[in-house]
């Protein structure tokens, strides 16, 4: 059983970056796929990326491709999702999933999910 928290959200001005830290516990974090997803206010969860296992293959949401990256270190049992040029639309609560070892854009296809982070972005 794998718990997973988030962290580094906040309240940014547009263009500005922030960096979102998904930190696992209690499981061997290194052998799963990790998502990161998102969910804006009134809307349905979204796909934001994802990381293999290894970290040898990234996928990324056309909306934010070029702008985010994802990145896991497995020693720290932590994951990254940095984010630069932050848009208002970019606004929504941010979690981080794992589950298996290939990365998946279906948010049901995670068996463990971090409680999630705001992430605001002003215009």
């Known amino acids: 059983q794998v718990q997973l928290v988030e962290s580094g959200g906040g309240l940014v001005q547009a263009g500005d970056s922030l960096r979102l830290s998904c930190a696992a516990s209690?499981?061997?974090?290194?052998?799963?796929?990790v998502g990161w997803f998102r969910q804006p206010p009134g809307k349905e969860r979204e796909f934001v990326g994802g990381?293999?296992?290894?970290?040898?293959?990234?996928y990324y949401a056309d909306s934010v491709k070029g702008r985010f990256t994802i990145s896991r270190d497995n020693a720290k049992s932590t994951a990254y999702l940095q984010m630069n040029a932050l848009k208002p639309e970019d606004t929504a609560v941010y979690y981080c999933?794992?589950?298996?070892?290939?990365?998946?854009?279906?948010?049901?296809?995670?068996?463990?999910w971090g409680q999630g982070t705001q992430v605001t972005v002003s215009s």
């Open positions: 990381i293999s296992w290894n970290g040898a293959a990234k």
């Open positions: 209690g499981g061997t974090f290194s052998v799963y796929a």
């Open positions: 999933a794992a589950s298996g070892t290939l990365v998946r854009d279906s948010w049901s296809e995670y068996n463990y």
